[in-house]
């Protein structure tokens, strides 16, 4: 007897473990991970030297990237956000001097977008806007003059000076699945908060996000000279004319000797 129940245990076994297995509920793919990205580093350090810096984003996907039916990525890069001014010069007897301004409120101090493709090649107006996912989807709304000539020019001094990029560079794929792309920080970039976000596109949307931070900080004698900067305008500013005076007599003693 015990013979025969084990026989029909070893019988019924795969059967009982296929209808288990048809039974359980079925995890769509979309519930498992298809995004992981990383940052070369968390800090930049802005010192007194600071020329520029450069960081790296890389990561992986679950799916091929690139191609006619790969999955695409974009990378999207913010910085604090702050307020600026944009003035038109204008000739008076001969003399240029300030004329009409724009003050806009509140743009990004750094902002850099790359795609494996450009961003409108890959999602619809819509979800762009939605996203601001693009320089022409930022929301430049100025107070003041609001001649829409004012935005092309904060458009194009941010782009001459490198702090607003669109595509400058691009996001590389390796080995179908991995990818990676460099950002160019200018020694101008602004110190703060910053996020970076990699996007995994696939069909026209965003199927998986991964959101980094970042930060840009001064250290050094340029993190004392900005806190006195900030805190005593006014030192700084009589420091400023002192040390400028000394520069010159210093100047003129050199020459004046050669």
């Not at 048809?22 to 930049?44: F, K, M, Y």
């Not at 806009?104 to 819509?126: H, K, M, N, Q, S």
């Not at 200018?186 to 910053?194: E, R």
Request: charged share 20%.
């Amino acid at each position: 007897m015990r013979g025969l129940f084990a026989l029909l245990l070893l019988l019924l076994l795969p059967g009982l473990a296929a209808a288990q297995a048809l039974e359980a509920p079925q995890v769509p793919d979309t519930a498992r991970p298809t995004l992981a990205a990383g940052i070369s580093t968390r800090l930049v350090e802005v010192t007194t030297g600071f020329t520029g810096a450069s960081i790296l984003v890389f990561g992986a996907a679950e799916r091929p990237l690139g191609g006619e039916t790969g999955d695409d990525v974009l990378v999207a890069v913010r910085g604090p956000r702050q307020p600026l001014v944009v003035r038109r010069k204008v000739e008076v007897l001969g003399v240029w001097i300030n004329g009409p301004s724009a003050r806009f409120r509140d743009i990004p101090g750094f902002y850099a977008i790359a795609g494996t493709r450009p961003v409108w090649e890959l999602l619809p107006e819509e979800d762009r806007q939605r996203g601001m996912l693009g320089l022409d989807t930022l929301q430049l709304i100025p107070s003041g003059d609001r001649n829409p000539a004012f935005r092309a020019a904060l458009l194009e001094l941010k782009q001459a000076d490198g702090r607003w990029q669109e595509h400058a560079v691009p996001v590389e794929v390796n080995g179908g699945r991995l990818f990676h792309t460099r950002i160019p920080l200018p020694a101008t970039v602004p110190t703060g908060d910053y996020l970076v976000e990699v996007l995994l596109v696939r069909e026209r949307r965003v199927v998986a996000q991964q959101t980094l931070n970042l930060r840009v900080e001064r250290v050094g004698t340029a993190a004392s000279i900005a806190t006195v900067a900030r805190d005593a305008p006014l030192l700084y500013g009589v420091g400023c004319i002192i040390l400028a005076a000394v520069a010159g007599w210093l100047g003129s003693v050199v020459f004046r000797r050669g």
